[in-house]
């Protein structure tokens, strides 16, 4: 009942046309976004702020939604020993996939070299992006990524905006749901409504998409020349290449060794596609 529930709020603000239409006005602030960048080069660079603006927003509303999302899945199910199965089978899953998708992007890049001919001098380059990773890349070794999952504090794990310590406290918190039965149903009940929200507000949000690519475009050809542009279509071709290998080959056969089609579940998630496309 209540994944049914998750499911309908998912689609509260999620309707077709508007996505569609979403989409188009996307590729209309690209188009605006190259224009100004190329005519007023100064200009264009000055509204980096706006492309940055629209990434931190979708970032702010990923880890609430997962929250929601695994806390009412997880709590739907009753036999909590099936739970237990199901996640160990999703995380050997998820690490095996891992590493299948890295290695189809390391073979697209390697056969299609996006990038090569951009020429951008590191020193326009933002330091404080490469530190942001180097941190990230801090932890090394298994014991080292699991201390890494557990926050430091309850609400620590959506500050810092985490998927994974935030896929912990999801899960402690739906098996303790599970456990206290009626007593837990308030808080349920709190959680499925507050999904309904978080997604009717992440629809507001994705208004703004076409104003952040925009300025994310205005920026790059204002401070990278229009000459960018084919390399980064590059970039973008390269990727998308490598995402349709993946699902149709590894994917594909996930679908066909456990008997349901890949179409079929691809025209399921069409929506969240294009939320994909709009916001990549």
Known sequence: M?????????????????????????????????????LWPEFGAALKPLGDGFVKLVKMMIAPIVFC??????????????????????????????????LAGLVAVLLIQPGVGMHVSVSTLDPSVAAKFAKQAGASGFADFMLHIIPHSFFGAFADGEVLPVLL???????GLSRVGDDGMVVTKAVTSFSHVLFVAFGFVMKLAPLGAFGAMAFT??????????????????????CSIFVVVV?????????????????????????VLGTS
């Open 169 to 175: 406290v999801s899960i402690l918190i739906a098996f």
């Open 221 to 242: 050809v204002g401070r990278y020349g229009i000459r960018s542009i084919g390399s980064l279509g590059l970039l973008i071709l390269t990727f998308y290449i490598a």
């Open 69 to 102: 999302t695994i806390v009412s899945g997880i709590n739907s199910i009753s036999d909590s020993r099936e739970v237990g199965r199901t996640l160990v089978k999703s995380m050997a899953l998820f690490y095996l996939l891992t590493v299948l998708a890295l």
């Open 2 to 38: 209540h994944t049914q529930a998750l499911a309908a709020s998912a689609r509260i603000d999620m309707r077709k046309p508007f996505y569609r239409v979403l989409y188009v006005q996307v590729l209309i602030g690209l188009v605006l976004g190259v224009l100004t960048g190329h």
């Open 251 to 275: 994917l594909g056969t996930l679908a066909r060794l456990n008997g349901f089609s890949l179409w079929k579940t691809i025209r399921y998630f069409r929506e969240e596609l294009l939320i």
